[in-house]
């Protein structure tokens, strides 16, 4: 036993050692040329919005809505996403917001289910137990229809309602959560996410309490991440975030989850919606 710990040790310290020398290596190699050339990859998509694979998806998203499904046997027509039944055109760029028939605020993906599960019969917990795609696995049912929804928001602002007095407990339950400390890293939202040109290994960490930055990359989800070659929405990435963090797995459609998304999206009020965007 203690021969296999010290075996373990030595592995550690060498790939410790091993990353060091990488590490070095890509400083050595001018972090601006890796950039840059990501930059350029990703500039060749933007160029031709046909070429985001996430327009599948947006397509599949539109059939699933069309399509008559669960015991019901309903479309989701007639699901109201907070501009009267069946609207889909502009209905992402006023999410979330206080829904009265559900007596509480929701944002597209939980509005979604609850379409789902109120029209259509459909369990949520068969929608929430696994809720988001593995790496090259395609985007979930519920995933697909909000990449539809929400490129038909397509270049449309940012404009969610905080008038109910729901909708501004939510907002400030959202940023309390960002900027609270929690979790057995004792890591806040802020402290990824709250000054400019932070990194994690490759990965430039956006700087979403600056509006301008927020208004550029919260406007994109849901969006094709490249290097998992799937499309990710806000909810997932939220997980992700929350699962860096060591927290409790993020429920889909949770409280914490809409509060979240409430605060980016306020903090993105004004932006331009380009959803689907590209990701990394
Ligand atoms: C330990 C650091 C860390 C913490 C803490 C963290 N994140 Fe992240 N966040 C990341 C990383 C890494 C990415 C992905 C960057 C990439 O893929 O290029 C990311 C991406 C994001 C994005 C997408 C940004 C974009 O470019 O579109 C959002 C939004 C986000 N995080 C929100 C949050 C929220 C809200 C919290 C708190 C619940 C949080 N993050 C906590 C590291 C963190």
């Given at each position: 036993m203690k021969r296999y710990r010290r075996l373990a040790m030595r592995s550690?310290?060498?790939?410790?050692?091993?990353?060091?020398?990488?590490?070095?290596?890509?400083?050595?190699?001018?972090?601006?040329?890796?950039?840059?050339?990501?930059?350029?990859?990703?500039?060749?998509?933007?160029?031709?919005?046909?070429?985001?694979?996430?327009?599948?998806?947006?397509?599949?998203?539109?059939?699933?809505?069309?399509?008559r499904r669960g015991p019901?046997?309903?479309?989701?027509?007639?699901?109201?996403?907070?501009?009267g039944p069946g609207v889909v055109e502009g209905a992402f760029a006023e999410l979330p917001?206080?829904?009265?028939?559900?007596?509480?605020?929701m944002d597209l993906e939980t509005r979604i289910l609850w379409c789902m599960e109120t029209l259509q019969g459909i369990e949520p917990a068969g929608?929430?137990?696994?809720?988001?795609?593995?790496?090259n696995e395609p985007?979930?049912?519920p995933g697909a229809i909000a990449?539809?929804?929400?490129s038909r928001s397509q270049g449309r602002t940012f404009n969610a309602p905080v008038s109910h007095p729901r909708e501004k407990a939510t907002l400030r339950l959202g940023k309390t959560m960002f900027h609270r400390r929690m979790g057995p890293f004792d890591f806040s939202c802020a402290s990824c996410h709250?000054?400019?040109?932070?990194?994690?290994?490759?990965?430039?960490?956006?700087?979403?309490?600056n509006p301008d930055e927020a208004r550029q990359v919260v406007g994109e989800w849901p969006a094709y991440r490249v290097s998992t070659a799937?499309?990710?929405?806000?909810?997932?990435?939220?997980?992700?975030?929350?699962?860096?963090?060591?927290?409790?797995?993020?429920?889909?459609?949770?409280?914490?989850?809409?509060?979240l998304t409430a605060y980016l999206v306020k903090q993105a009020e004004g932006g331009t919606i380009a959803a689907p965007g590209l990701k990394r």
């Open positions: 550690a310290l060498l790939a410790g050692l091993g990353f060091a020398a990488v590490a070095g290596d890509l400083r050595a190699a001018e972090p601006d040329v890796i950039d840059r050339g990501l930059e350029a990859f990703r500039s060749m998509l933007k160029a031709d919005p046909w070429s985001n694979p996430a327009m599948l998806d947006a397509d599949r998203g539109q059939a699933l809505w069309k399509e019901r046997n309903v479309s989701l027509e007639r699901c109201d996403l907070g501009k917001r206080y829904f009265r028939d559900a007596g509480r605020v929608l929430t137990d696994k809720p988001h795609p593995a790496a985007v979930k049912d990449t539809w929804i929400a709250a000054s400019p040109g932070k990194r994690i290994r490759r990965q430039g960490l956006a700087h979403l309490v799937h499309v990710m929405t806000l909810q997932h990435r939220l997980y992700d975030c929350f699962w860096q963090m060591r927290l409790p797995e993020l429920k889909l459609g949770s409280e914490a989850s809409v509060a």
